[in-house]
């Protein structure tokens, strides 16, 4: 029977020739792989962030071939809806990937991922991004269900419950100047001087209204279809979920995207349509803690930590203090975009 994760890095005598070294977020990545393909997708990935030739502060190696066969009781992890499961054991864990075979191996054994790899690429950054994250857990940082975006130093949070509309939000105020940082998972942290974030390298999905109200995203749809979505009536495309990437620097140009700023505000979106106009209220989490639900994520079986729930008693004790903006009333991207613009702008220029 399988005793430790050593064990199965072990037994697979792979050689990983090919090494793409990166460094998303300050962090000295580097990647190795037995294909060719797979190492030339990671470098597409993680182009916006290359490596400074250091040592790496992570390796992660990814080895492409058939899933390992092991003697294991796996738990089913249901909250991710089954599509995981994993094995604890004493140095690291183990997640298999239900539906692709994809095997994770990480902690202090090392971090590997065997099987199919270059068949299913995304998967295979998301476990690096996962190994990226573990390293902010580790450093303290607080999981935000959030897009960000910034400006020289300063950073905007933009949070709000499913559907509030963050990112279009967020790919708006990229649209008007700003860095986009990320889309759905913000790391946070308590600095000396204030607060700091770090996003996640993967660029935002979005559903074909963002698309129709954001002429940089236009691209992303065929004249027919965008002809086809401007038809439908508005309500009926606010709730349209057919997501699509959208690739920043192709959309917006290069050197747009960043993952560490310090962060200067958390917005929370608690609008919703036809609620009159925009109402904006500076608070804190300390002062509005209904709010904490809006930005709380679950730690899945992905990273060390987890799985567990959010605490929502955590997220008030570390970002208590930190500002924060409620959008309250009817919603308005526009004029919320020019409510943060206007603050993103201050605060990158260091006026009140």
């Known amino acids: 029977m399988t005793a430790a994760c050593a064990d199965v890095i072990a037994a697979s ?5 090919h090494v793409v070294d990166v460094m998303p977020g300050g962090t000295r990545l580097r990647v190795q792989t037995n294909s060719l393909p797979l190492a030339q997708a990671l470098s597409r990935h993680f182009a916006a962030f290359p490596g400074d030739g250091g040592q790496p502060d992570l390796v992660v190696k990814a080895v492409d071939g058939p899933s390992p066969e092991l003697d294991l009781t796996f738990v089913p992890h249901e909250s991710e809806g089954g599509k995981e499961e994993y094995a604890d054991l004493p140095d690291g864990r183990l997640v298999r990937k239900r539906r692709t075979g994809l095997l994770l191996v990480f902690g202090a054994a090392g971090n590997w991922i065997f099987g199919p790899c270059a068949a299913w690429p995304q998967q295979v950054i998301n476990a690096v991004n996962a190994r990226l994250a573990d390293r902010e857990l580790a450093r303290g940082a607080a999981l935000l269900h959030a897009a960000a975006v910034a400006r ?73 279809e ?44 608690c609008w919703k349509r036809g609620g009159g106009p925009v109402d904006a209220r500076w608070t804190t989490l300390a002062a509005a803690p209904e709010l904490v639900p809006a930005i709380t994520k679950d730690l899945g079986v992905l990273f060390l930590a987890g799985p567990r729930p959010a605490d929502p008693a955590a997220y008030l004790a570390a970002l208590g203090e930190l500002p924060v903006l409620a959008l309250l009333g009817g919603t308005d991207v526009s004029h919320a975009a020019q409510l943060c613009q206007d603050i993103l702008w201050r605060a990158d220029e260091g006026r009140p």
Request: hydrophobic fraction near 45%; proline fraction near 8%; include cysteine.
């Open 13 to 17: 005598r792979a050689t990983v020739p």
């Open 226 to 269: 965008r002809a086809a979505y401007a038809a439908l009536p508005p309500d009926a495309l606010w709730g349209l979920e057919s997501k699509h990437d959208a690739p920043i620097e192709t959309c917006f140009g290069p050197g747009r995207v960043r993952l560490r700023a310090g962060l200067h505000a958390l917005i929370v979106l």
């Open 152 to 224: 020289g130093e300063a950073a905007l949070a933009l949070a709000g419950l499913a559907g509030a509309g963050k990112t279009t939000l967020a790919l708006e105020l990229v649209r008007r100047g700003a860095d986009f940082v990320t889309n759905d998972r913000l790391f946070v942290t308590s600095e000396p001087n204030g607060f700091g974030c770090c996003g996640v390298a993967r660029p935002p999905r979005v559903n074909p209204g963002t698309i129709l109200g954001n002429d940089r995203l236009h691209g992303l749809l065929d004249p027919a």
